[in-house]
């Protein structure tokens, strides 16, 4: 069965072909990639998808949306679009159809993308669990987070808020960048600082401590900056990221009683190589008296390129089987 598969993030919409069969993903097509900002709705994205596509579209859409899927109202926490799945059969031409959060598809593409997707982190290098709870997070607009629960041969994903947990500093500077979100945020939250617009108050805050000149800069600036190593303040809040990263990812494991963890999402992929060398791992295991049991967590990277799109394919098979 075909059908078209939709992750929408804060930023971007993603649209590709994929066939699924037998509650798996057989197949996904070339990804179409639009920003948001530049369509109006998910159905005017979903018309110039079309039109790209050039032939009429399967008449089935799993859509991954990055937001709690509450109601038959859907508002995005990071974009303006609003979704109403009960008139998806009647703008988007679809009558069989899969909603799920963001995550949640990411969970589902933990589960069924083989062990060659995957990239090893830090702990024992060995394959994801076939029994017990699997964390997944990952860094992007916002901070997703999600589990897998997999028990005598069958899965189960919970999308999660996870990311939306208070931010627990560990040092001096963290402190630092907690008071200085504090001046716009009453509460600070773990995607305050782990997302990517997060950085602008790490970089903002090194700047300040170091009594220069605090310029006003966006996330994608620092970001570039940060990984060419143009700007020696960008590539420390780069550094701090991952040490946020890793406790955050820490913190998450203990609470959801994870066998392993899968980080995922975009920016993941472009600090990989950030993340293998940078305090990471020691952040993550840094949980006093269970310190032991999280050195024996394996944390690993997801390698494929859409793994939303993979896993809103997934999550429909699952629904649809």
């Known amino acids: 069965m075909q059908l078209v598969s939709v992750d929408i993030g804060g930023t971007h919409a993603r649209f590709a072909i994929a066939e699924v069969e037998d509650g798996r993903v057989v197949s996904l097509g070339e990804p179409v990639t639009l920003k948001t900002a530049e369509h109006a709705s998910l159905q005017t994205a ?8 050039g032939t009429p579209l399967p ?30 059969p009647e703008r988007l031409g679809a009558d069989i159809y899969t909603v799920i959060n963001d995550f949640g ?35 992007g607009t916002g901070l997703g987070v999600a589990q897998v629960y997999k028990a005598k041969g069958v899965y189960h994903v919970l999308p999660t808020e996870g990311g939306h947990v208070d931010y627990a500093p560990l040092d001096g500077i963290e ?19 782990c997302s990517g617009p997060g950085i602008v108050a790490l970089y903002e805050t090194l700047a300040e401590l170091e009594g220069r000149p605090v310029p006003s800069r966006d996330d994608k600036t620092i970001w570039t900056e940060a990984l ?16 946020a990263l890793g406790a955050v990812a820490g913190d998450l494991a203990l609470a959801q009683g994870a066998k392993a963890v899968v980080i995922a999402g975009g920016l993941g992929l472009r600090i990989k190589d950030k ?38 394919a997934a999550a429909f098979a699952q629904d649809h089987a």
């Open 175 to 193: 402190d630092a960048v907690v008071k200085r979100l504090r001046r716009t945020y009453t509460r600070v939250s773990a995607e305050r600082i």
């Open 228 to 243: 060419d190593g143009t700007d020696s303040i960008a590539l420390a809040a780069l550094d701090r990221f991952c040490l």
């Open 275 to 312: 993340l293998i060398r940078s305090g990471f791992d020691q952040r993550f295991v840094a949980k006093g008296r269970f310190q032991n049991m999280m050195a024996g967590i394996p944390v690993k990277l997801i390698t494929h390129p859409q793994p939303g799109l993979f896993g809103a």
């Open 46 to 53: 979903w018309q110039a998808f079309a039109a790209r596509h």
């Open 59 to 88: 008449r089935a859409a799993a859509i991954s949306v990055a937001s709690p899927i509450t109601g038959d109202i859907i508002r995005l926490t990071n974009n303006p679009w609003v979704i109403r799945p009960s008139l998806i």
């Open 105 to 139: 598809a990411v969970g589902h593409a933990v589960a069924q993308l083989p062990d060659a997707d995957f990239e090893h982190l830090c702990g024992p290098d060995r394959p994801l669990p076939t029994e017990g709870v699997t964390t997944v997070c990952g860094p």
